[in-house]
């Protein structure tokens, strides 16, 4: 392989991962919002928390142990899309980050 696609791909690598995760973070925050009364407050969600959690998901794509399980979750995601299992997106071990 060239040298400048290799560097393009680690490039997409390295951004794309951890936006996945923020991403990831913030529909679990979504999720737990909307189906536990933990997290409700007394009006609608907090900007401040969904980016906590989002910064939380990076932090669990970024770590060794977490990128694997992530990988994981997101192979599973897939499959999930492509079998076309909706009842399967509406359960909590869908929608956790890892």
Same mark, same amino acid.
């Given at each position: 392989?060239?040298?400048?696609?290799?560097? !393009?791909?680690?490039? @997409?690598?390295?951004?794309?991962? +951890?936006?996945? *995760? #923020?991403?990831?973070?913030? %529909?679990?925050?979504?999720?737990?919002?909307?189906?536990?009364?933990?997290?409700?407050?007394?009006?609608?969600?907090?900007?401040?928390?969904?980016?906590?959690? !989002?910064?939380?998901? @990076?932090?669990?794509?970024?770590? +060794?142990?977490? *990128? #694997?399980?992530?990988?994981? %979750?997101?192979?599973?995601?897939?499959?999930?899309?492509?079998?076309?299992?909706?009842?399967?997106?509406?359960?909590?071990?869908?929608?956790?980050?890892?």
């Amino acid at each position: 392989m060239n040298n400048n696609i290799r560097s !393009g791909l680690a490039c @997409i690598t390295m951004f794309s991962w +951890p936006a996945l *995760g #923020f991403y990831r973070g913030i %529909k679990s925050y979504d999720y737990n919002y909307s189906n536990n009364k933990i997290y409700r407050s007394p009006t609608r969600p907090l900007y401040i928390d969904k980016l906590l959690w !989002g910064f939380v998901g @990076i932090f669990c794509y970024l770590n +060794p142990i977490g *990128g #694997f399980v992530g990988l994981y %979750k997101e192979v599973y995601r897939i499959e999930v899309i492509l079998r076309g299992i909706e009842d399967e997106k509406k359960t909590r071990y869908y929608n956790e980050v890892l």
